[in-house]
């Protein structure tokens, strides 16, 4: 029962992430990615606002708040992730097309293995090499056909 709704969770999260880069490119196409993911960013924050309120989050968001060692880890998180990488995504976006950012974006498990290998001693399963592999080549394809 927890797997699949972490699956249905995946599956809206790829949603909005795909509706995010497509509105984005197309509400703003030729303005700066930076100041775009800004303000995606601060409705964002008014969203997460209003969920916390709804759900009564805010002590669980103070709490968090006050430990150090974990929001080191979240703020080099963010930094790499909502503020880089989205903002790279966007501008990607809009000089290659939406397709062809997401798909080359799509490829974040493959960039993920060299990063849990060297970064946390994870070990690559055969599994994950062989998926890897296939999302390198179905990229490449893109780019060669």
């Known amino acids: 029962p927890h797997r699949l709704r972490g699956i249905w969770f995946a599956l809206l999260g790829a949603l909005g992430q795909a509706l995010g880069l497509v509105l984005g490119r197309y509400?703003?196409?030729?303005?700066?990615?930076?100041?775009?993911?800004?303000?995606?960013?601060l409705t964002g924050m008014v969203g997460f606002a209003v969920v916390f309120s709804v759900l009564r989050r805010w002590p669980r968001i103070f709490a968090a708040v006050r430990d150090g060692r974990a929001m080191r880890h979240v703020a080099r998180g963010a930094?790499?992730?909502p503020f880089l990488g989205v903002s790279l995504g966007l501008f990607a976006a809009q000089r290659a097309g939406t397709g062809v950012a997401?798909?080359?974006i799509a490829t974040v498990?493959?960039?993920l293995i060299p990063v849990t290998v060297i970064g946390f001693g994870e070990?690559?399963?055969?599994?994950?090499?062989a998926g890897a592999?296939?999302?390198?080549?179905?990229v490449a394809l893109l780019f060669l056909g």
Do not use: C, H, K, N
Not at 133 to 138: H, K, M, N, P, S
């Open 123 to 129: 070990r690559i399963t055969p599994r994950e090499l």
């Open 27 to 41: 509400g703003a196409p030729e303005y700066d990615a930076f100041a775009a993911t800004q303000i995606r960013v």
């Open 79 to 81: 930094f790499f992730g």
């Open 102 to 104: 997401a798909t080359i």
């Open 109 to 111: 498990p493959v960039l």
């Open 133 to 138: 592999l296939l999302a390198v080549g179905g």
